[in-house]
């Protein structure tokens, strides 16, 4: 008996994805299977790092920012480094940090 693999992307979207590479002939039913799976224990991964920095920051909202000193600070990112260079450093993000560390008041 098959055991159905619970999955959160799309294998036909996938594998629609994989055959568009002129490369690439026929493709293993399991394949974009696998490939699902894989893109969300990458995706958790990278979301569980951001939300650790996001808290060691003292906010409460996870920023680009954050992703992006999330891809700087662990190698296993590295090629996303080009990608997140484009993205602007928010220079407001410590001042809010600082506003929610004093409960969020304002005087």
Known sequence: MKKKLDTRFPASRIKKIMQADEDIGKIAQAVPLL???SLELFLQDLCDRTYEITLQRGAKTVSASHLKQCVHRYNVF??????????PDMGGSDAATGEERNGGRRR
Request: no cysteine.
């Open 35 to 37: 490939v699902s799976k």
């Open 78 to 87: 590295d090629f996303l480094r080009e990608i997140v260079n484009k993205v």
